[in-house]
């Protein structure tokens, strides 16, 4: 190969990476579209709103909230898997993402290739609570009531194979019991049945809960991890009632698959100066909602095991799309 072609090879290889190049340093140059995939009010949403007002402060640009709830996640997520790889349209999602390839039969589309991990946002702790007109003051009473009355008392979920459905399915499994299942289209939706009086129980995460907690308007009665956590040090673990249980999860950032690596380590690195404020942080931590970030290698092999783990929940917990 002469000079004269070698150099010529070069400029065209330089021309073709000069876009993303170019891309990343700019990102981002216009609003960026957040899509959380369920309603207002949930912890996916507290997570979102928060994280991402501060990334618009770190960069400069606009981060705009777009609720698309529904179907356990599964509307907003085909929106983010046929919307453009270009870093513009972004995803917060939970655990529910993974959850969703083994609860129904059919997707429009594939959770594990059509998307790229960005980071975690946030550590996902569930509470067990139940409405006050209940006969229970802790999870002894409930386990026994509900042995008492085998499908009669009622809870509710945000949506079939959400983390709010598996871990008390996971719950009444480990425990023996037989509860009626009601699914709404997220977290906050079913958190605003509870206090109606239309439900019975949830066992949700606390950031979900935290305003309904606060108001004394349900009753809390365990926690979703082996030990007490900090922030609620008088509510027991449900390990304490239901020996061996613990569930918790993460909410997370995602873009279409395809999306250039420097785009995305780009908005990683903006997510991680956003989860490291103090004032974010504390936001967050106060509800049980503990800033958790990730490199993109870090979170992808997080989200293969844990395909694994909720292959494995899904089938023990006997949860089924209803």
């Known amino acids: 190969m002469n000079s ?26 216009r609003p960026v579209r957040v899509v959380i995939v369920f309603p207002p009010g949930g912890s996916n949403d507290v997570v979102g709103r928060i994280v991402f007002q501060k990334v618009a402060e770190i960069t400069g640009q606009q981060f705009v909230i777009d609720n698309r709830g529904g179907a356990a996640g599964q509307i907003g997520s085909e929106i983010v898997a046929k919307s453009p790889a270009d870093g513009y349209t972004v995803m917060v999602q939970s655990t529910t993402h993974v959850a969703n390839a083994h609860l129904y039969k059919k997707l429009n589309y ?51 194979g959400s983390y709010v459905h598996l871990s008390m399915a996971l719950m009444a499994e480990m425990a023996g019991l ?20 239309e439900t019975q129980a949830m066992l949700a995460t606390i950031g979900s809960l935290f305003p309904h907690i606060k108001s004394g308007r349900v009753r809390p009665i365990g926690v979703a991890t082996d030990k007490r956590v900090s922030q609620f040090p008088d509510v027991p673990a449900i390990a304490e009632f239901v020996p061996g249980y613990e569930f918790t999860a ?24 956003a989860l490291a404020d103090p004032g974010v942080a504390s936001k967050l931590s106060v509800q049980t909602l503990d800033p958790m970030h990730m490199t993109p290698e870090e979170f992808t092999a997080r989200i293969k095991s844990d395909y694994d783990k909720y292959e494995k929940v899904v089938r023990v917990s006997g949860a089924r799309v209803d």
């Open 110 to 160: 594939d959770v594990i290739r059509d998307f790229a991990g960005v980071t975690t946002l946030a550590r996902q702790v569930g509470m067990l609570v139940v409405h006050p007109s209940l006969p229970v003051k802790n999870g002894q009473e409930l386990v026994a009531l509900a042995k008492k009355h085998p499908g009669e008392l009622v809870y509710a979920s945000a949506g079939n």
């Open 250 to 273: 993460w909410v997370g950032c995602f873009v279409p698959a395809g999306t250039p690596k420097a785009v995305i380590d780009t908005l990683n690195g903006a997510l991680g100066k």
């Open 178 to 197: 037989r509860m009626i299942h009601v699914p709404y289209k997220g977290g906050g939706p079913a958190g605003t049945a509870l206090i109606a009086g």
């Open 4 to 29: 004269a072609l070698r150099f010529a090879l070069m400029v065209l290889a330089g021309a073709l990476f000069l876009p993303v190049s170019v891309l990343a340093q700019k990102y981002p140059e």
